[in-house]
Nanobody, 128 residues
Framework: QVQVVESGGGSAQAGGSLRLSCAAS??????????MAWFRQAPGKEREGVAI???????VYTDSEKGRFIISRDNDKNTLYLQMNSLKPEDTAMYYC????????????????????WGQGTQVTVSS
């Protein structure tokens, strides 16, 4: 049984930092073979891509997160991370971890339908 579990969410002041984690287990293939991404969804809005880390460790970010967020992975621990710095109130959302076995990670990476597995999400709330 596949499990993808996010943790590390919570409340922060604007300008502060949070570190999210996502632990995966029960995957059909080796964790290192999966494209791993973070998405977020604010109330009343569509789920949007935040960042993706490819199987070779290369990363892609949406423009609003560049320079503030850092995505990383530890293949030995089957764990994905998102270091969020300089938080803004508009970062408030439920954050989701997603895994895809796609052959090319970066192509259309922000398209939710390409992901095989999703976590339940962890809430991030940033106050001004």
């Amino acid at each position: 049984q596949v499990q993808v579990v996010e943790s590390g969410g919570g409340s922060a002041q604007a300008g502060g930092s949070l570190r999210l984690s996502c632990a995966a287990s029960g995957l059909k293939y080796s964790y290192s073979a999966y494209c791993m991404a973070w998405f977020r969804q604010a109330p009343g809005k569509e789920r949007e891509g935040v960042a993706i880390i490819n199987t070779d460790g290369s990363t892609v970010y949406t423009d609003s997160e560049k320079g503030r967020f850092i995505i990383s992975r530890d293949n030995d621990k089957n764990t994905l991370y998102l270091q969020m710095n300089s938080l803004k109130p508009e970062d408030t959302a439920m954050y989701y971890c997603a895994a895809s076995i796609a052959s090319t990670c970066s192509d259309s990476w922000a398209t939710t339908s390409r992901y095989n597995y999703w976590g339940q999400g962890t809430q991030v709330t940033v106050s001004s």
